[in-house]
Every structure is written in C-alpha cells, then in structure tokens.
C-alpha cells in the first residue's frame, strides 16, 4: 500500500488531493478501531461501516465483520491501482505517439518548407528561360526577314 500511496503522490502533480489523505494509514486506523472495540466502544465513524445490527454482535464479530469488509476494499483498491496503471501505460503510450507526431510533423513542415522554395526557384528559371526563348524566337524572326 505504501508503494500505491507513493504512486498517487508521485503523479499527484496534476490532481487534487485532500491533505487529509496524504498521511493516512490503512493498519494505523485499525489498529484504532481495534482498540476502540475491545474497550467496549464502537466507533462513531463505523455508524455507517456497521449496519445498526452492530451493536448487538460481539466485538469478534465486529472484528470479523470489518476485516472482510477491508479484504473487499482492498481488492477494490488494488483493482483500481491497476486500472491507474493501465491508464498510465496508456498515457504514456499516447504521450509517445503524440512526440513522433510532432516529430514527423515537423520534419514534414521542413520538406514543405524546402519544396515551397525550390517550385519558387524553379518558377523563376522557367520565366528567365521563357523571356530568353522569346527573345531568341524574336532574333531568328528578325534574321529570317533579313535572309529573305
């Protein structure tokens, strides 16, 4: 739990967390409650843990009751860790996809970049030889004349 406890601080950088619940132990609030009932005393926060039957088990019982209710809850939290680490997997996946298609993104940019400027350069020497292929045209117009 507390391997879980330092993954939810770690990434807890994006994600409200109640201060309350930075410092919680699972086995410190047992023991508490524990010790609650062996005095004789059920706690006032189990009211609603303990159906109202409660009060009229032994403290064993109780005991009983509780530890299993804790085994579902940790098989609870320990599904749903997994879940936030399928989720992680899956969003660094994303994250990684998201860094090669900016990537390529850019590399692509740069070749438009590059053709862009080439089509213009090409333009450029298209136009320059067709003023120069006119001006030819015209001088073998005007020796023709001049041959004639």
Not at 30 to 58: A, F, H, Q, T
């Amino acid at each position: 739990s507390s391997k879980i406890r330092n993954l939810e601080v770690q990434s807890a950088d994006d994600v409200a967390i109640l201060e309350d619940c930075i410092d919680f132990s699972l086995a410190k609030t047992i023991s508490e409650i524990e010790e609650k009932l062996e005095e004789g005393g059920l706690p006032d926060c189990l009211d609603d843990i303990i159906p109202s039957v409660g009060n009229e088990i032994g403290a064993e019982a109780q005991i009983r009751f509780l530890k299993a209710k804790l085994r579902v809850m940790q098989e609870e939290l320990a599904s749903v860790a997994c879940e936030c680490r399928k989720k992680d997997d899956e969003n660094q996946n994303l994250k990684s996809w998201l860094k090669d298609t900016k990537e390529e993104n850019s590399r692509l940019q740069r070749t438009i970049s590059m053709q862009h400027s080439r089509t213009e350069k090409y333009k450029m020497l298209s136009q320059e030889a067709n003023k120069k292929s006119e001006g030819l045209q015209q001088e073998v117009i005007a020796l023709e004349k001049v041959l004639q």
